[in-house]
């Protein structure tokens, strides 16, 4: 069954693991949010890709999500001790990652190509892909009137301003990566993993080509809200100072007609019949590998069962 992914960090990453370990070898395709990329000290970093990436091998850092396991903050430590800005974690070892990734693209290989390469030597048999090769960023426009950068707002001010919306600088001239758009033609479903809808999916679905192009599969989604709050990260928050109640519900509402299916958790089953689309229930917390792959057999079977009812 061919599956294309639509995913950003840690939540997303850990859904894709999960279908990558219940679907054969090179039938899972994962497009990854890059509005979070950023340059820092003059490093093209895309923590995403390189959530999925680390997920997907098995070197993910486990208590952070993202990062790399047994890391080391040497380069870190000798920044600080200069002066220089260290609100960025980057491990030692992740930094050869930037470091390579942002040779190569300076000597003119695309983020697709670069993330490729990684992958095959990193033996992920799945497809990660960026949504796009241009460059696309996450602006968060807060109620105060500041515009942040998003891994600003995401970890120098620790998602604390208010949020009053956001803009995704770039995005008129963003094309999809290479292939995505034919493997989403291709696929049997593609599924919307828990990720942030404002921050994480919205950018991938506003490069002109996906929300078009997403009409030909079943789309189905997990909710990344689970009883009114996410698992990790800000998206209860946004949706909060953007005046919804964080909720499934809100979730579905936000991709309204996209949607063939939703899955929520079993904590909200109250809610069950506040669906505008078929809608099933069950454990959806993912807290490690057997639940991964429990929640990501829960998502082909409920697609199997969309095409045969
Ligand atoms: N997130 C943090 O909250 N603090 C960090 O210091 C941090 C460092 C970091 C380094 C590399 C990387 O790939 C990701 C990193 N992240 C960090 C996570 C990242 O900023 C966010 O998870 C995503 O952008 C949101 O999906």
Redesign the pocket.
Known sequence: MKIVALA???GGAKLAEGLSQVLPPGDLTVIV?TA?DFIHFGLH????I??VCYTLAGIANHE????LEQDTFHVLSSVNNLQGPT?????DR?IATHLERTRRMNNGETLSQVTESFCQTWNIKSKIMPMTDQTVATMVHTTCGRQLS??EY??KEKCIPEVKGFSFTGIENAFPSPGALDAIKSAEAVVICPS?PWV?IDPILAVKGYRETLIIPTVVAVSPIIHGKTIK?PAAKMFKDLGYEPTAVAVALHYGELLDGFIIDNQDIEMINDFPIRTIESNIHMRGKKDRRRVAQLVLDFIRNIHNP
């Not at 970093?45 to 995403?48: H, Q, T, V």
């Not at 952070?64 to 990062?67: A, D, K, Q």
């Open positions: 950003g960090g840690v949010n979070d970093i895309s923590p995403d390189d959530t952070h999500g993202w990062g609100w960025f974690s980057l491990g992740d998003f891994q995401f970890v942030n994480s990260g």
